[in-house]
Each structure stands twice: as C-alpha cells, then as structure tokens.
C-alpha cells in the first residue's frame, strides 16, 4: 500500500516485559514521528527521525523507551520493562517535505495494553 | 509554552446543522496550522492545513477553516454535516522551525440523523 503502515495493530503484555512496535513509512519520505495517544488526551510527541541526522529524542518520556530507524526507512519503537501507565495507541507518521511545508501522515496505530 | 486548545470535546448535532470547531494556539511567530479527522476505526487523516496566504483554507469533504491572526485561532466549519461526519477532529499546530506538531485534546463530534 502506499500509506504509512504499523505492526501490531494490537498487542497485549504484561507489565515488566519488553515490547517492540514496528512502523514502515510511506516510501520516500525522509522523516519519520513517533507520537502517543493516551486515552483522554491529545497527541504527546516521542521521537523524530529525519534522514541520517541525530534523531529528536527531547519526547521520550523516560530511559525505558528507544527507537531506531534501520537504513532511513522502517522505524522500531522498543519500550523496555512495561508499565500499565505505557498503556497507549502509539502513532507513527511520516513526511517528504521539509520546512514549513510540511504535512505529516500518520499510520493506523498500535494499540498498546499493559497488564 | 506552546499549547493548542479546543474548546468543545463534545458536539452533538443533527443532519443539515452547521458546525464550528473552536482552536486557539499560543505560539506568537510564524505557525503552520492544521485539522485532523479521525474517522471510527480509522487512523488519522488530514482535513485541511494553512501555512501561508489566504486565511481561509478549504478542504476536504466540505470543510474550511479561517486563521486569524489576531485571534490566534483557526476554527473549524461546515454549514452543513452529515452523519458520516461523526469523528474525532484535532487541531495541531507547529511554530517557526520546530518541527513537533502540538496537539489539542481533540473534538468528539456526533451527529444524529
């Protein structure tokens, strides 16, 4: 398809175990957001990649959550030793357009359950 | 701090009712504006945008929004919806070079038919 998509669209842990989130972008596109909805609240900003720049981690709400971006495209969102609190949709978008210009398009969502 | 506020988080309307959305930034320099929608299990779609030029942006499905400056708002309208409006709408907003969108709450919005 050609929109950003996101692996898994569910997943279920329990609290303490590691979880990985998978997001392909739209090809193409040089920059890539991590973003987290959290029921009763807006979009929080996690993460941002563009191109081979240092990514923006200023979002990352603690140590316990990384990501990485494998070659300027798929992008891994790994949130270690989970708390009921991640419980979450976690949002992947991307963008071609720098600058002011720019619109990002998001993904489906992982919806995101700690136990 | 950069913040975006919507007013209403939950509408309900009837078929053929006009609507406005209301969304208010902070951010006091240049500012790329934007309305989301997010339809009933699906992900988040853009509605319409403003970066420059006219205030008034049209976009899709027969929505527009006004920038005004003076505000600093860029309220959502449509003289007349449907039920398959019903959505969740969220105005975000980006400020000079920063490139992290800043979210409202977001709209619930029904509409009855």
Request: proline residues 4%.
């Amino acid at each position: 398809g050609a929109g950003v998509s996101q692996s898994p669209s569910n997943k279920v842990t329990e609290k303490g175990k590691d979880v990985e989130l998978r997001c392909d972008p739209i090809s193409g596109h040089t920059a890539l957001y991590w973003y987290r909805q959290s029921l009763g609240q807006g979009l929080e900003f996690l993460i941002y990649f563009q191109g081979n720049s240092a990514p923006d981690k200023s979002g990352l709400p603690s140590d316990r959550f990384s990501a990485e971006r494998t070659g300027g495209s798929v992008s891994t969102l790994t949130i270690q030793r989970t708390q009921q609190e991640d419980s979450a949709v976690y949002l992947c978008a991307s963008s071609s357009i720098l600058g002011m210009g720019e619109t990002q398009y998001f993904g489906p969502g992982t919806r995101l359950l700690v136990l | 701090a950069q913040s975006v506020s919507q007013h209403n988080h939950h509408v309900i309307l009837s078929e053929a009712a006009s609507l406005e959305l209301g969304c208010n930034y902070s951010y006091g320099g240049t500012v790329n504006l934007f309305w989301y929608v997010q339809y009933p299990g699906q992900h988040l779609q853009l509605l319409l945008k403003y970066f420059s030029g006219d205030p008034l942006v049209k976009g899709i499905k027969g929505f527009e929004a006004e920038f005004i400056k003076s505000k600093f708002s860029f309220n959502l309208r449509k003289p007349s919806v449907q039920w398959s409006d019903t959505a969740e709408y969220f105005c975000a907003a980006r400020g000079g070079n920063n490139r992290k969108l800043i979210w409202g709450l977001g709209t619930s919005l029904a509409v009855n038919p």
